[in-house]
């Protein structure tokens, strides 16, 4: 029986966010984290798209559907029963984004105990996942062991990409600025490409305050 292998592994976590948009509306369960949004920029490129990520088996029919829907192999989605799936609710639209950022950081600050009890359990990649052309990682945390098997399969010829988050919730800076070095690929958000560049401003003309060439 020949095994065919997955070409892009990306792993990150599931979500499920309640947001206010900018009319006052709230959209309620929706597919949130890294893990789907990885999933389905990649599935844009190329057709063997595998997931690794996490949830409890408690994740909404509508979530669960979204994440069916971007058609990649969900074979390295393990969901645990006793631990509930991660929901951040935003209680406001990004107008209001700079005023409450307070507001944000308590809540990200009570989903992270949820989240960081999930991602201290050993996630096993499926066979089908153990050589792939690229892996890709979208994480806060430095120690992660699926860190040191990106690492591991980036000795073998894959590429090692990194969507590093930083955020003063999780006081992290140091020790993600210390993994990125070793990447093939950084593919920051706004507040770690400001964190790496020192700079809030892309304009700046000095990207590199942050001690990374």
Request: net charge negative; with cysteine; glycine share 8%.
């Amino acid at each position: 029986m020949t095994i065919v292998m997955i070409r892009y592994a990306v792993y990150g976590k599931i979500i499920i966010d309640t947001i206010k948009c900018s009319d006052g509306t709230i959209a309620e369960n929706v597919l949130g984290g890294g893990g789907p949004q990885g999933a389905f920029g990649a599935r844009l490129w190329d057709d063997s798209i595998g997931l690794l990520t996490r949830s409890g088996t408690d994740i909404p029919p509508g979530p669960e559907k979204m994440l069916l829907d971007i058609d990649v192999d969900l074979s390295g989605w393990v969901r645990y029963p006793d631990i509930p799936t991660a929901h951040i609710k935003y209680p406001f639209s990004e107008i209001e984004y700079r005023e409450r950022s307070d507001e944000l950081l308590e809540e990200l600050k009570r989903v992270m105990v949820g989240i960081r009890e999930m991602t201290s359990r050993p996630i096993t990649p499926p066979k089908t996942y153990t050589q792939p052309n690229v892996i890709h990682l979208i994480t806060e945390d430095s120690n992660a062991e699926m860190i040191k098997t990106a690492l591991a399969v980036q000795e073998q010829g894959a590429i090692f990409s990194l969507e590093p988050i930083i955020m003063p919730a999780y006081h992290n800076q140091e020790d993600m600025l210390s993994v990125i070095p070793q990447v093939d690929i950084v593919t920051p958000d706004y507040p770690a490409a400001s964190t790496i560049a020192g700079s809030k401003d892309p304009l700046e003309s000095e990207p590199c305050k942050g001690g990374v060439p």
